[in-house]
């Protein structure tokens, strides 16, 4: 199949930035989007021209790499499939693709399709982490967990940070991933005695990076790859009226 | 602990108020604490929004029954300016809180994307795309407040210039039996004749068509509104979402019938001055 790339182009951090046309031509409709875009790299390596940058790393749909907006959509919109797991056959022959990178404030673009999503990383510090003696391996089912909870914590636990999120919110909140992180811990007997203070330091780090505020459109759970549920949305304001209450402050 | 010693000799006092304004700065300050305000304060002006309308109801029973309610307000006195004052603090920390949201999120995204959304899996879009209702919150509240100050001005203050009927409301009272008309009347000790007034009021054309448009955008705003305010508060989960969404839609269509139900009944000639 042959298509038309409308794909953004910008040199650096502090470049305007602009968008540029590619020809993809004789693309297996069995390829991965990267894949594609692998194959119109090649083509302007060869013609002696800068490559698109985009972000990719296990292509197996676990990571959380890659990070593009697809027509409008977030991940291009098939669900529960990140753009490496998206396959070329949900196009058309001939069809123009805009692909852009994701737009937040606290995204900063760093080169064509590749955003700094440190803003992440920066949030998980806060909290999402459980402070406990890592030496030996513990004995399993030591500490009993039901399997409603654990469940529901596992549900959680599959955010991959992707980020899309974010990009699909038209505020760009980050409202989906800390819930997931907050909730995937609050769950669990090895998160409570840091509980309170991870729902109040997770939502200030969130925040502090310029994320806008939940307006419970439902974009976000809609194209997260991983079909993070909105419930953990509401499940992280109750976790954060919890903590205000029982401990007020960081 | 030396500081602390030396404000409450130790007694727990300033733990307390650190504690006290550690919530109120969690509230106040943050992006969670902001939204459980817009979902309380929207819950009680929700309150307002239909005891107002099962009050104005009464219009239907005839002059006798709304002229006797509006008295009986009238002589809650002092408890009718406690009311007045929650419903003033309570609109404010709606709109304030609403500003300061929507900016931040104006500023959270700065950059729109080129291409408008078209996922592979079409039928998906509408789950994706946020709805008319969700995307139109803010312009939709700050008509309704523009209104709301309209209506208050219209039928509250008696400002004659704009109820466009050529008639002072100022004028229109009651003798005890609330039904026949009295000239003269002193505002405070006779009782309005709020039948009149309405019967009066939207008999203006435009006037009425206003009063529809702002109740229409009051509906749209609840439709959303008061199902978003479940989720902030944190009550929302899948199996009571369905729910929880169809009392939104409900309760914005009662509610805009009838509340419309006055100017239509007047323009239409059911409700008239006898």
Same mark, same amino acid.
């Not at chain 1, 995204?107 to 590749?114: G, Q």
């Not at chain 2, 989960?237 to 007047?266: C, E, H, Q, T």
């Given at each position: ?15 305007? *930035? ?5 020809? !993809?031509?004789?693309? $297996?409709? =069995?390829? +991965?989007? %990267?894949? &594609? ?68 404030t606290a ?10 999503r440190t803003a992440f990383d920066r949030i998980q510090q806060k909290g999402g982490f459980i402070s406990v003696r890592t *030496? ?5 089912? !030591?500490?009993?967990? $039901?399997? =409603?909870? +654990?469940? %529901?914590a &596992?549900?959680a636990a599959?955010c991959?940070g992707?980020?899309?999120c974010v ?6 909140s980050a409202m989906l991933f800390v819930a997931a992180k907050i909730s995937h811990l609050s769950l669990v007997p090895q998160g409570q005695p840091e509980r309170e203070r991870r729902a109040l330091a997770m939502v200030k780090q969130m925040d502090d990076e310029g994320f806008g505020n939940c ?17 953990f949305i509401a499940r992280m304001n109750r976790e954060y009226g919890r903590a205000l209450i029982k401990k007020g402050t960081v | 602990m030396e500081l602390r010693?030396?404000i409450d000799?130790?007694?727990g006092l300033y733990d307390t108020f650190a504690q006290s304004m550690d919530f109120i700065t969690g509230i106040f300050k943050t992006s969670l604490g902001r939204k459980y305000l817009m979902a309380i ?56 809180s609403?500003?300061k949201l929507?900016?931040e999120?104006?500023e959270a ?123 902030s508060l944190g ?40």
């Open positions: 199949m042959d298509l038309k790339l409308k794909v953004w182009r910008q040199d650096n951090a502090g470049d305007v *930035g602009r968008f540029e046309e590619y020809q !993809a031509r004789d693309i $297996s409709p =069995d390829m +991965s989007f %990267l894949e &594609m875009l692998d194959v119109v790299n090649e083509g302007l390596i060869g013609s002696g021209k800068e490559p698109i940058a985009f972000d990719s790393d296990c292509r197996e749909g676990i990571c959380g790499s890659c990070s593009m907006v697809i027509n409008g959509t977030a991940h291009g919109g098939q669900k529960g499939t990140t753009a490496c797991q998206l396959h070329m056959r949900h196009f058309s022959d001939g069809m123009t693709i805009t692909i852009e990178p994701w737009r937040a995204f900063p673009v760093h080169r064509d399709l590749v955003v700094d *030496g030996s391996v513990p004995d399993a089912n !030591a500490i009993p967990v $039901s399997k =409603d909870e +654990s469940d %529901l &596992m549900d599959q991959i992707c980020g899309a990009a699909a919110c038209k505020n760009a307006t419970v459109t439902g974009s976000c759970e809609a194209v997260c790859p991983k079909e993070i549920s909105l419930d | 010693n030396s000799g130790g007694r304060t929207g819950a009680g002006l929700f309150g307002f929004v239909v005891m107002h309308m099962l009050g104005n109801l009464l219009v239907f029973a005839g002059p006798a029954a709304i002229n006797e309610y509006a008295a009986k307000l009238q002589a809650l006195g002092p408890l009718l300016w406690v009311a007045r004052i929650g419903l003033l603090g309570m609109v404010g920390l709606h709109i304030w609403a500003l929507t900016s999120n104006r995204r700065t950059v729109e994307y080129e291409a408008a959304a078209e996922p592979v899996d079409a039928h998906r879009r509408d789950d994706i795309v946020a709805k008319f209702a969700a995307r139109t919150m803010i312009f939709s509240g700050l008509i309704i407040a523009a209104f709301a100050f309209y209506h208050l001005a219209h039928y509250t203050w008696k400002v004659p210039q704009i109820n466009g009927a050529s008639a002072d409301f100022e004028s229109f009272y009651v003798a005890e039996d609330f039904v026949t008309p009295l000239e003269g009347g002193v505002e405070g000790k006779d009782h309005a004749d709020i039948f009149k007034m309405i019967v009066t009021g939207f008999k203006v054309p435009a006037v009425s068509v206003f009063y529809v448009v702002a109740v229409g955008l009051l509906c749209v705003h609840l439709s959303h509104g008061l199902s978003a305010m479940f989720q009550f929302k989960n899948k199996n009571l979402a369905p729910w929880m969404d169809r009392f939104a839609m409900g309760a914005s269509a009662l509610i805009f019938i009838g509340y419309i139900s006055i100017p239509v009944s007047v323009l239409a000639g059911f409700i008239i001055i006898k």
